[in-house]
């Protein structure tokens, strides 16, 4: 391994690191959240695993999906849904530049390419564990100040696919 190489490595970690200081954009409206992508990508495997395991897909797939699904964000920012009406983000550029010279990172391209189209088994079960993640906060939210979680729930369960991530999603 060339010592360049390394250095960049050593980079992409001391990077990586920031996603526990970087608070997710939902923090604007809900300014007592204290939601981080490191927090949230970390909950987002756990249930991918979990998942991954009810719908019988590969777990290993599912979870490197999961953990990484949102790193890109450490270069783009977490834009909120009225955010994207008015932004241009290349999450692809972003996750391209992060992984094109860390060992291993074609494989971890070609994955996270694979998670953005959401076709393949695992790719939709880790989109799923996302949702559920933010169907998970939002009921966090509610114990410290009441507004329409029915509403907000019932917009995110319809975006679920998987018949585990739905019968999960109904006991929240």
Not at 130 to 139: G, R, Y
Request: charged share 30%; net charge positive.
């Amino acid at each position: 391994m060339r010592k360049n190489n390394l250095k960049t490595i050593v980079n992409f970690l001391y990077e990586v690191g920031t996603a526990k200081n970087i608070v997710r954009s939902h923090h604007q409206v809900i300014n007592w959240s204290n939601d981080t992508i490191a927090s949230h990508s970390f909950r987002v495997a756990i249930i991918g695993l979990i998942l991954a395991e009810m719908e019988k897909a590969d777990q290993d797939k599912v979870v490197k999906m999961c953990l990484l699904h949102d790193l890109a964000e450490l270069r783009t920012g977490d834009a909120n849904f009225v955010n994207k009406f008015y932004r241009v983000e290349s999450e692809e550029k972003a996750i391209y530049d992060q992984w094109k010279e860390i060992v291993g990172g074609k494989k971890i391209i070609f994955l996270l390419k694979e998670y953005n189209k959401k076709k393949s088994k695992e790719a939709i079960i880790a989109k799923d564990a996302d949702i559920l993640d933010q169907i998970f906060l939002q009921k966090e939210y509610l114990s410290h100040r009441p507004y329409d979680f029915k509403k907000w729930h019932t917009n995110h369960e319809k975006k679920l696919k998987t018949k585990s991530g739905l019968k999960i999603a109904r006991l929240v």
